[in-house]
């Protein structure tokens, strides 16, 4: 197929530049590893500071992907080799795993999905594995494509050939096909923007706050799904069965850390914390919160009288991390010293939450060998200080947290910048 830009990644980035570059006429082809665009966004209960409903902002841009005629979509697929020919077009191979479902077939109705036999029996990977859903699925409920799939690795009539197959006889459409397999596609196109997103840092290599360990020290992306409305208790918050009323928080977990994580501030982690926080007090009025941190950085708009109102809210901030939490019968116990005052403190609460420091994204290093773009000393994509999505290689440019830390109006206006770059590339070989 032919295709004038190749946008890796179908995160906030890759959507709003795809959009961007479609708007002026310009085909498009979106690369995405997972079985629907939406990225990290789309988990997110609400954006910060201004606590705007995350999928009520993305779920329109989704849909407007859907529907544009300019643009061609490519889930679950990843990149696997790129060349480039006399007229310095890109050959872009592109590896697509079977969904084993028709996506020209299928209308979603969902009847293959409750007669399911694993259904309510595999961790659901979109909950970060806090719900179960069934061997064949919907990603979640504003999916792109709006089509199911089927997980091979738990499906029992692909894993050990033992199952009726009910989903077969189920489906009208006659979607269901187990004989799908692998497929290359072959893009030839004239720019490539890599908008692969990010990385959480791996928490449980923080040995001392227990994470893996400790049932009620949680992830910030894990607390972030119990807020949602489309999460596993339905915005509840309920851990462990019970509405908590005490709660600390970790920030720079693996930010500015350099044996265990990675030694850069991870820019975003002070802000979505104070964010956990406030909603924890909007929903549980006589919640007690406790905030660590290094440094708070609140400096985008409204960012700082943000933070200035979460704590007049009564949130307690302490300038020092934990030196360890531990289990203390049904809670737990956060040992800390306050740096400004130099005491030293054990808090007793209900849950810890950590907030993950960035990384870049694993497939970045493969991208580098397909590609040839040079990462900088962070492993992010390198960019010209004139122009921050241009890379070190012609027609190939970047967008997003592929080329470092951001917000998300940074990610949105980088994106934008990078439609206009290559727009201006285009037709300036044309």
Not at 191 to 205: E, M, R, W
Not at 358 to 376: H, S, T, Y
Not at 386 to 403: E, L, W, Y
Request: charged share 25%; with cysteine; hydrophobic share 40%.
């Amino acid at each position: 197929m032919d295709s004038d830009v190749v946008i890796v990644g179908g995160g906030i980035a890759g959507i709003s530049c795809a959009l961007e570059i479609a708007s002026l006429g310009i085909t498009v082809t979106i690369v995405e590893e997972g079985p629907s665009i939406g990225g990290k966004m789309i988990m997110l209960d609400k954006t910060f500071p201004t606590l705007d409903c995350s999928s009520c902002i993305l779920t329109p841009k989704m849909a407007e992907v859907s529907s544009n005629s300019r643009i061609s979509l490519l889930t679950l697929s990843k990149l696997v080799e790129v060349q480039r020919d006399r007229d310095s077009d890109f050959l872009v191979k592109v590896l697509s795993l079977p969904r084993y479902v028709d996506e020209r077939k299928c209308t979603a109705c969902g009847a293959c999905a409750d007669v399911c036999a694993m259904k309510g029996r595999v961790p659901d990977e979109f909950n970060l594995f806090m719900s179960k859903r069934g061997a064949i699925y919907l990603p979640f409920p504003q999916a792109v494509p709006q089509k199911y799939l089927i997980d091979s690795s738990s499906c029992l009539y692909l894993t050990k050939g033992k199952c009726k197959r009910r989903c077969e006889e189920v489906c009208q459409r006659k979607a269901i096909d187990f004989t799908e397999l692998k497929r290359i596609t072959e893009i030839r196109c004239r720019a490539i923007v890599i908008a692969t997103g990010f990385d959480l840092i791996d928490a449980s290599q923080i040995k001392e706050f227990g994470y893996g360990r400790i049932p009620s020290v949680l992830t910030s992306l894990e607390f972030e799904r119990i807020l949602s409305a489309t999460g596993p208790t339905n915005g509840e918050i309920v851990i462990g069965g019970k509405v908590p009323k005490r709660f600390y928080f970790v920030q720079c977990v693996g930010s500015r850390d350099s044996q265990r994580g990675v030694r850069y501030c991870s820019r975003v982690c002070c802000m979505y914390t104070a964010k956990h926080a406030f909603i924890v007090k909007e929903r549980i009025k006589d919640a007690k919160i406790w905030i660590s941190y290094i440094d708070v950085r609140a400096y985008g708009k409204g960012y700082e009288e943000f933070f200035k109102t979460v704590q007049e809210a009564g949130v307690l901030y302490i300038k020092g991390i934990p030196g360890e939490i531990v289990n203390k019968g049904e809670t737990l116990l956060v040992k800390v010293e306050d740096m400004l005052s130099g005491q030293v403190s054990e808090i007793e609460v209900d849950v810890a939450v950590l907030a993950l420091g960035v990384k870049p994204k694993e497939g970045i290093f493969d991208l580098k060998r397909m590609i040839g773009v040079q990462l900088d000393e962070y492993g992010f994509v390198k960019v010209d200080p004139q122009r921050s999505s241009k890379t070190n290689i012609s027609g190939v440019f970047v967008c997003g947290f592929a080329s470092g830390p951001k917000d998300i109006p940074d990610v949105v206006a980088h994106a934008t910048e990078a439609s206009a770059s290559v727009i201006e590339y285009i037709k300036g070989k044309r």
